[in-house]
């Protein structure tokens, strides 16, 4: 079994910043892409931000250059710095992770969410 939890979201002011924190555990053989979505009220669940285990980042288009995506591979933790934050980055935002238990058996994992509210 494989769990992902989230940190680091709540309440900011536009113009603000947060940083979210998703770490893995449990049976973890490797992970491979972790990535950051989003979803907010009434809308589908999109992409914000990924990053391969060997560190190549693709983000959404809205987000490039506001927000930057990382990972601690020691750690098995992935790292989404949001800055400028706008009123419609507002949306629980998920961590997802393609982790392998053993060496052929791979999975998509995601993590419980976390609130991002940007608001004066």
């Known amino acids: 079994q494989v769990q992902l939890v989230e940190s680091g979201g709540g ?3 536009p113009g603000g910043s947060l940083r979210l924190s998703c770490v893995a555990s449990g049976s973890i053989f490797s992970i491979g892409t972790m990535g950051w979505y ?12 990924a990053i391969t285990g060997g560190g190549i980042t693709n983000y959404a ?7 930057t995506i990382s990972r601690d591979n020691a750690k098995n ?5 949001m800055n400028s934050l706008k009123p419609e980055d507002t949306a629980v935002y998920y ?4 982790v392998a238990i053993t060496a052929r058996r791979w ?4 993590g419980q969410g976390t609130q991002v509210t940007v608001s004066s």
């Not at 989003?38 to 931000?49: M, N, S, T």
């Not at 999975?107 to 995601?110: F, P």
């Open 11 to 13: 309440l900011v002011q």
């Open 38 to 49: 989003r979803q907010a009220p009434g809308k589908e669940r999109e992409l914000v931000a």
């Open 61 to 67: 288009n809205s987000e490039k250059g506001r927000f």
């Open 77 to 81: 933790t992935v790292y989404l710095q």
């Open 95 to 98: 961590c997802n992770a393609n």
């Open 107 to 110: 999975y998509d994992y995601w």
